[in-house]
């Protein structure tokens, strides 16, 4: 196996295009699995992690946070394949060493794709590009925290920013807000403002909490389950498994999102005959090819449904007392869906009225529904909206602490929920913070800091001095990337915590660090106490400890914990009321600090040893209980809205590729997709090409146009992207982010949760001119 980096970078040119899947996984995603981790990390390298991750005693996976099982036996291998890529890209032993960095300018740097850079390998070693430098170079840790320390101490605490991705385990987070708020400031927007921020908008105020109420079993024993907006297949691989093992105990599967996804279909479980010699396992029993941004309609459509179902056998569909006992709002929500406009829904959805009615009456006869969301509901103007509609369906029947119900928001990278509930969040609460200060001995800030979208806006009007990413790739993960890179650009230090070179390194700030880190699989033992582990927080609010065991590929590398408490002790001092240094030193102090601040977390360091961890509380599912100012759940009325483009244009939604994992990209072959050797794609339907006149193959170059609210009209423009005919929802058309970035204005976004609106883009296409001829 060839472990050297690539030399050559991406080709658009050499794009290929094959007829999508029809099923996922399989004994091939188990040869690519592995082909990948040897080609990165050779054989027992990869052998040794494969073996060890979401195992007891083993590491957390690097890549999503679906559960592990807390009650049955785990299968030998409890990885994806993307899981297992993930694996590689951290394992692997090709390296970026200061050589690398000499080699390469910035100027070269700056023309290579995320691809490339990412394949580089594991940064060995502290770098810094200072102003008028053309590469990075080699700095000592020691210089580099005094040198972050050197700019905090020259502005002020509400010009720094602290971004967190969700990779970030626990006591990382804990430590990371810590500083922020020891120095002065809430600015610590994170990746979950961009994904599932719609998702505790919509939960919070309703049912009382911001997480999902369902447990792993719960979907094994479900009547009927609701995959909505999400490609399981590619981002959460062993869901698959989940939803077949429902089917298998006779609950039913409805897919409703605007690409047939094969993971949607059919499942080859490689852990099982069937799936290896067999046909697989079909998922979907009902699959609603829905446009993009008309699930409102949607759910409100079989909101009205279910009660007409209600007043015509009475008792059967309504779970009357628990409404009675635990809600409010319901006259006023029966009142609002007590009449529907089928026209409009029909127009909306893209679905026919007999498509809605078959969905109604899959509910109807469901008395234990969990209802599954991702992106697809979360990056669009009306999200949070859409989703209090979710659980308008899910009181309605009473699918809260019951067996086989409740809410699902399927969370992306691995500890995102971990970290906010470790405090990662730019607007905590005051018992929260209250907690804090008498644990430390600090008076932490009141203000709101900024969340991403506002840290945009601050970069790009030169209100940031000092921008520190801890993991995360914030240039391509946000939206209109030309003003976001050309914001940081400006900034005077940015400082990021990194395992692989990305995007952010090359559009850095006017001074600059990259501080490379252990991963998930690496060994951290270079402590007084010994080896060290972490945890994490996965989508069912499971707490559990991750020990990487391999050998880091530098002696130079540090740990999250270690940078985070260095810069803290070199920016505040070694008198400070923290004990920065100690906490380090022993994580036990860390979580022990942790029990005595978060609810839940009690006895934390005796609980998270233990062999499956510890569940935190969860009051609608653990007690039917609601924790909103009224004590009781909320039904919501919202009028309907739904996206719509003008003649001409089609409504553009971004995707993963099934070789990518959020920015970071593994490979240039979307399968399932049967889409390869290019990322630079706009999937459009074969009528609408036709329509707009183009066809198959076309280069193009996209624009897209948003109205401000002072009513302006502003364009986007995005070059040379090939159209593919493509089997998605008639008037949608989907491109891989963060290639398509650039086409989302900073101000489209989700309103309340102010989540960008990844997923609600107008777009035009004019063809493309090739330049150089």
């Given amino acids: 196996m060839n472990r050297k980096p690539p030399q050559q970078d991406v080709n658009e040119d050499d794009l290929k295009i094959h007829d999508p899947k029809s099923s996922a996984a399989g004994l091939t995603a188990v040869a690519v699995a592995l082909e990948r981790g040897y080609s990165q990390a050779g054989v027992g390298r990869t052998a040794r992690s494969l073996l060890r991750v979401n195992q007891h005693g083993g590491f957390d996976c690097p890549g999503c946070a679906w559960p592990e099982s807390i009650t049955g036996r785990r299968k030998p291998a409890e990885f994806c394949e993307n899981g297992a890529k993930a694996i590689a890209e951290e394992n692997t032993t090709r390296e970026v060493t200061p050589a690398f960095w000499a080699e390469h300018s910035i100027a070269d740097l700056a023309e290579k794709t995320q691809y490339w850079l990412g394949n580089q390998g594991r940064i060995t070693e502290p770098v810094v590009i200072r102003p008028g430098d053309t590469h990075y170079s080699a700095i000592s840790w020691q210089d580099a925290f005094d040198l972050v320390a050197?700019?905090?101490?020259?502005?002020?605490?509400?010009?720094?920013?602290?971004?967190?991705?969700?990779?970030?385990?626990?006591?990382?987070?804990?430590?990371?807000?810590?500083?922020?708020?020891?120095?002065?400031?809430?600015?610590?927007?994170?990746?979950?403002?961009?994904?599932?921020?719609?998702?505790?908008?919509?939960?919070?105020?309703?049912?009382?909490?911001?997480?999902?109420?369902?447990?792993?079993?719960?979907?094994?024993?479900?009547?009927?389950?609701?995959?909505?907006?999400?490609?399981?297949?590619?981002?959460?691989?062993?869901?698959?498994?989940?939803?077949?093992?429902?089917?298998?105990?006779?609950?039913?599967?409805?897919?409703?999102?605007?690409?047939?996804?094969?993971?949607?279909?059919?499942?080859?479980?490689?852990?099982?005959?069937?799936?290896?010699?067999?046909?697989?396992?079909?998922?979907a029993d009902s699959f609603l090819q829905i446009k993009v941004g008309g699930d409102l309609a949607l759910f409100q459509a079989l909101g009205h449904l279910l009660l007409q179902a209600e007043e015509e056998n009475p008792g059967t569909v309504v779970d009357h007392s628990f409404i009675a006992e635990q809600t409010q709002g319901f006259a006023a929500y029966r009142e609002a869906r007590s009449t529907l406009n089928w026209e409009l829904t029909e127009r909306a959805t893209g679905l026919t009225q007999g498509q809605i009615r078959d969905a109604a009456q899959m509910l109807a006869s469901s008395k234990a529904t969990t209802i599954c969301w991702a992106l697809g509901l979360t990056q669009q103007p009306h999200s949070v909206d859409t989703l209090r509609e979710i659980v308008n369906l899910l009181l309605l029947q009473g699918?809260?602490?019951?067996?086989?119900?409740?809410?699902?928001?399927?969370?992306?990278?691995?500890?995102?929920?971990?970290?906010?509930?470790?405090?990662?969040?730019?607007?905590?609460?005051?018992?929260?913070?209250?907690?804090?200060?008498?644990e430390f001995g600090i008076t932490s800030p009141r203000a709101h800091g900024h969340d991403s979208v506002e840290t945009q806006t601050a970069l790009e009007r030169g209100e940031v001095d000092v921008f520190v990413s801890m993991g995360g790739n914030f240039a391509s993960a946000g939206s209109d990337s030309g003003p976001l890179e050309a914001g940081l650009q400006r900034t005077g230090l940015t400082v990021h915590i990194s395992t692989k070179p990305n995007r952010s390194h090359v559009v850095h700030g006017v001074t600059s660090l990259i501080l490379p880190t252990l991963g998930r699989t690496d060994t951290d033992d270079k402590h007084p106490t010994g080896k060290q582990f972490l945890s994490v927080e996965d989508s069912m609010s499971v707490i559990k400890s991750t020990q990487g065991r391999l050998t880091p590929v530098s002696d130079h590398l540090l740990s999250e914990p270690v940078i985070v408490a260095r810069m803290a002790e070199a920016t505040l001092g070694a008198d400070h009321a923290v004990p920065w240094r100690e906490l380090a030193e022993d994580y036990d102090r860390i979580r022990d600090s942790v029990s005595r601040?978060?609810?839940?977390?009690?006895?934390?360091?005796?609980?998270?040893?233990?062999?499956?961890?510890?569940?935190?509380?969860?009051?609608?599912?653990?007690?039917?209980?609601?924790?909103?100012?009224?004590?009781?759940?909320?039904?919501?009325?919202?009028?309907?809205?739904?996206?719509?483009?003008?003649?001409?244009?089609?409504?553009?939604?971004?995707?993963?590729?099934?070789?990518?994992?959020?920015?970071t990209i593994y490979g240039l072959d979307d399968r399932y997709r049967g889409v390869s050797q290019g990322r630079r794609v706009i999937l459009v339907h074969p009528d609408d090409l036709s329509e707009l006149g183009f066809g198959d193959r076309d280069l193009v170059d996209v624009i897209s146009s948003f109205r401000g609210s002072d009513g302006t009209l502003t364009e986007r423009r995005a070059d040379r992207f090939a159209l593919v005919s493509y089997p998605t929802a008639k008037g949608c058309a989907a491109a891989y982010f963060p290639e398509a970035n650039a086409l989302v204005h900073r101000e489209l976004v989700a309103r309340e949760s102010n989540t960008p609106g990844f997923k609600a883009m107008t777009i035009r296409f004019v063809p493309h001119l090739d330049k150089e001829n």
């Fill in 150 to 283: 050197e700019h905090i101490q020259a502005t002020t605490p509400d010009r720094c920013v602290f971004y967190t991705s969700g990779r970030t385990a626990n006591e990382t987070a804990f430590l990371y807000q810590l500083f922020a708020r020891s120095l002065g400031t809430n600015n610590l927007p994170d990746c979950s403002n961009m994904c599932h921020e719609s998702s505790g908008s919509a939960l919070n105020p309703t049912i009382g909490i911001g997480k999902g109420t369902v447990s792993l079993e719960d979907i094994h024993h479900a009547e009927l389950v609701l995959v909505v907006g999400q490609n399981p297949g590619t981002n959460h691989p062993r869901m698959l498994s989940a939803l077949s093992d429902c089917r298998d105990n006779g609950g039913r599967v409805m897919a409703i999102n605007p690409l047939p996804e094969a993971g949607l279909m059919n499942f080859r479980d490689p852990q099982a005959v069937s799936g290896v010699l067999g046909a697989g396992s079909t998922i």
């Fill in 597 to 663: 601040v978060v609810p839940g977390f009690a006895d934390f360091n005796t609980r998270v040893r233990t062999k499956n961890g510890f569940v935190l509380p969860n009051p609608p599912r653990d007690k039917r209980s609601f924790a909103t100012e009224s004590g009781k759940a909320h039904f919501s009325v919202r009028p309907l809205e739904f996206l719509e483009a003008p003649p001409g244009h089609l409504i553009l939604q971004t995707v993963r590729s099934h070789d990518q994992y959020n920015t």
């Fill in 399 to 438: 699918n809260f602490g019951k067996h086989g119900a409740g809410a699902c928001p399927v969370r992306g990278h691995s500890n995102v929920q971990g970290d906010r509930t470790m405090g990662i969040w730019e607007k905590p609460s005051e018992k929260f913070l209250a907690s804090l200060d008498l």
